[in-house]
């Protein structure tokens, strides 16, 4: 269970921002299980002039994946007529599950976010880049951990007063699995956000 600006969600690994239980539902892509013994150490950026290796170059654009994901949520939040469609571009498997039924929930009920989310610290893991059969899941994956922020952020009910929990923690940490379903036609923009899980560990320092 994660917690969306201190409200319970009932999307393990969704972004913390705001959110009521709600039931399950089905996807048409099933999260991606990422084999340890495909999966490689995250790249050490190295100064260098030659081109980034294929596993460098994932890693760089699953993170400004996880990012436009952060952002996108952030927005569509904040404007309870905003259509959740455009979450296609920035989530699918389970992740596109939860956040669709979220947002759509919140606008229902009046609710909006104020203020942006941080992302205060952001670490591959790992990069997997077997596409050797994705109708069976086996795709290109990043696993990335993120610290994020949301100290400036609140969420107002149709009332406009705050709904948001007193003991809320603004800072915590989610880890992200990014995967790609289209990297053979698209290795540089098909990466979108699947899965997320908690992480039991010290927040980081708020940004």
Known sequence: MTYRLGLKSWATGALVLAAV???????????PATSPSA?????????????????????????????RY?????????DPSSDTSELNSVTT????????RFLEGQHRRGERQVGT????????QSVNLDNSDPATGKIPTVVIDVCWDVTGVDVL??????????NRPNTGWTR???????????????????????LKQAPCPAS
């Open 39 to 67: 999966a490689t150490a995250p790249p050490k950026a190295t100064p260098s002039t030659s081109p980034a290796s294929p596993s460098e170059a994932a890693a760089s654009h699953a993170s400004s994946a996880v990012r």
């Open 93 to 100: 498997s389970s992740e596109l599950t939860a956040e669709t």
């Open 21 to 31: 239980s709600a039931c399950g539902g089905t996807t048409t892509d099933s999260a």
């Open 117 to 124: 989310t941080k992302v205060a610290k952001l670490k591959v």
């Open 157 to 166: 009910g149709k009332s406009g007063k705050s709904i948001v929990s007193v």
């Open 176 to 198: 992200y699995t990014v995967a790609n379903y289209h990297f053979a036609a698209d290795p540089s923009d098909g990466w979108r956000v699947a899965s997320g899980q908690d």
């Open 70 to 78: 952060f952002s996108t949520i952030d927005r569509l939040a904040q």
